[in-house]
Nanobody, 115 residues
Framework: QVQLVESGGGLVQAGGSLRLSCAAS????????MGWYRQTPGKERELLAA???????GYADSVKGRFTISRDNAKNTVYLQMNSLKPEDTAVYYC?????????WGQGTQVTVSS
């Protein structure tokens, strides 16, 4: 089993920055992909960014150039640096890790961007 614990959410003004962290523990194989998603009420969960254990990254168009994903493999931790935040970035943000055919999720952390 794998557990994910997110931190770093909160309230920020438009144009501000936040950094989310997600620490993974448990049976983590060295080959995996970690990612960040977000969800608002009534909408599907949206993939924002992903990073492989080798460091390859990918971003959704909605956050490209504003958000940066990174990871520390020694700590099994993934980060999401969010800059130039907009009110439409308000959502619950979820951490995810894919190991082989298994998906694991964090509990989610609220990010609220005020205008």
């Amino acid at each position: 089993q794998v557990q994910l614990v997110e931190s770093g959410g909160g309230l920020v003004q438009a144009g501000g920055s936040l950094r989310l962290s997600c620490a993974a523990s448990g049976s983590i194989f060295s080959s995996n992909v970690m990612g960040w998603y977000r969800q608002t009420p009534g909408k599907e969960r949206e993939l924002l960014a992903a990073i492989s254990s080798g460091g390859s990254t990918g971003y959704a168009d909605s956050v490209k150039g504003r958000f940066t994903i990174s990871r520390d493999n020694a700590k099994n931790t993934v980060y999401l640096q969010m800059n130039s935040l907009k009110p439409e970035d308000t959502a619950v943000y979820y951490c995810n890790i894919k190991i082989r055919t298994f998906n694991y999720w964090g509990q989610g952390t609220q990010v609220t961007v005020s205008s």
